[in-house]
């Protein structure tokens, strides 16, 4: 990916306003992709696109650029709406087009937006055509001849057919009645969808964070932001909790004292509740994954593999072993017997398969799971210095290492973001982890 311009590891984002969330490159961009598309379609008719978007204000701008731009290449246009990432994976897939296009930041605030294309069938497009898109961005724009332009319409029901497809992840003789769950969708892309989902799966939903102005999205809601859930929770004297992201692929929940759980604990539930009916080959996690995940999956005789930071790791790595099931500790859970993307509603359904099957709560559930306390902590770094061949580093990273032994880890990361190395160490108990912590911050990366 570092030879790129343009797209990152997950399409392109950046700030409203900044070299490629604005209208004229969004323009180009459909332009572009439209054309390489188009090169690549083997079909009869115009190739279809459909496009989703999260509640961002920016949204109705950036899908107005992109529909001029891929019906100036020639082709069609279905506007979805307001809808989760996942839903256009789906939207994609069960309707036969061409790409999808989804216009959101995910958990990021309103100010900030991004577009990501899904390829026919509901994946991530393959780097060879992204490759091809982000040449043509550049080129000369040459549009088709007035008969040969593409057509816009909206999609019908978008939003209906997406709650069908994911009440239909939910096994048909088990229902949610009796349950009180709190919904947070962020004021988000599945403001409009995860109650519905929930409510008539039998659950008396009370939904929370389905207010969007275009400005609110992520703000002290949904899954980057759990307390507002616990606090509901409690609030409503709820059984438990469920929240998304502002594009409901990320996924947290809360029991009924308001304790919240995070994505290595629901997929360990997922992974726990398929094993009673049926070997599970292997779980992807990644390098923030928590030790007693691991350690639990050797327990329950599955193997784990860890994959770079990012969902679009996790995926690549799951791909590769023929494994259904991965994840991140921050709620992206991928469970691909039912879908080809991480899509926080469809988990939220098996971890609630799990509890319909056990009869049990979520404390219950997780008693066996013991998590290791993480201790991390940023540390500035000068631009192009070389930690990795620090000796102090090194010495330091050795001798916490051998006072841990089996009982903990040390990960060191540079930031992708920003200028600053990541330490984290994990171990049985907190005074260990904070022990090595302390180890690593008394070297100064300075000499």
């Known amino acids: 990916m570092s030879d790129r311009k343009y797209f990152g590891t997950d399409g392109v984002r950046g700030e409203v306003g900044g070299p490629t969330i604005n209208p004229e490159f969004a323009l180009r961009l459909g332009y572009a992709a439209g054309q390489v598309l188009a090169a690549q379609y083997e079909g009869t008719g115009r190739p ?70 899904f390829s026919a069938q509901g994946t ?16 000369p724009m040459h549009w088709v001849k007035s008969e040969s332009l593409g057509r816009a ?32 969708a962020a004021h988000g892309a599945a403001y409009n969808i995860a109650p519905h989902v929930f409510r008539e799966l039998g659950a008396e939903v009370i939904a929370v964070g389905v207010q969007p102005d275009g400005f609110n999205i992520n703000q002290e809601v949904g899954a ?5 859930l616990a606090e509901e929770v409690r609030k409503h004297s709820a059984d438990l909790g ?29 992974v726990a509740d398929h094993l009673q009916s049926q070997p599970v080959k292997g779980v992807v996690g990644t390098l923030m994954t928590n030790l007693g995940f691991e350690k639990k999956m050797q327990e329950l005789g599955v193997e784990f593999a860890r994959a770079k930071v990012g969902d679009r790791y996790v995926l690549e790595l799951m ?65 192009g210095q070389d930690w990795k061949n620090h000796a102090g580093l090194q010495q330091a990273t050795r001798e916490v290492e051998k006072m841990l032994g089996d ?10 973001t920003e200028p600053k190395l990541r330490l984290m160490v994990e171990a049985e108990q907190a005074d260990l982890a904070q022990a090595g912590i302390d180890t690593l911050l008394a070297v100064d990366l300075m000499k």
């Open 124 to 139: 991530k497009l393959p780097d060879e055509i992204e490759l091809k898109i982000e040449q043509a961005i550049d080129q």
């Open 224 to 228: 980057t932001y759990p307390e507002k």
């Open 48 to 117: 279809t696109v459909v496009i989703g978007k999260d509640t961002r204000i920016s949204g109705y701008m950036l899908e107005s650029a992109l529909e001029a731009g891929l019906s100036a290449a020639g082709i069609d246009v279905l506007l979805a709406g307001p809808v989760p990432t996942p839903a256009v994976a789906y939207l994609t897939r069960t309707l036969r087009l061409t790409a999808g296009i989804v216009i959101s930041a995910s958990h990021n605030p309103y100010y900030d937006n991004g577009i990501k294309f």
């Open 407 to 416: 009982r903990g880890r040390v990960l060191i990361r540079a930031s992708g």
């Open 319 to 383: 791909q590769q072993k023929g494994w259904v099931f991965g994840g991140e500790s921050s709620g992206h859970l991928l469970c691909l017997d039912w879908h080809t993307t991480g899509d926080g509603i469809i988990a939220a359904l098996q971890v609630l398969t799990a509890l319909c099957h056990s009869g049990k709560s979520l404390p219950e559930l997780t008693e066996g799971l013991k998590m290791y306390p993480q201790i991390m902590v940023n540390v500035p770094l000068q631009p």
């Open 242 to 270: 469920i929240a998304l992201d502002g594009d409901a692929d990320r996924l947290q929940m809360v029991d009924a004292q308001g304790r919240i759980y995070n994505g290595d604990e629901l997929l360990y539930l997922i």
């Open 153 to 184: 319409r909206r999609l019908a029901d978008s939003a209906g057919r997406y709650i069908e497809f994911c009440k239909s992840a939910f096994p048909n003789d088990l229902n949610l009645n009796g349950l009180k769950i709190v919904v947070d």
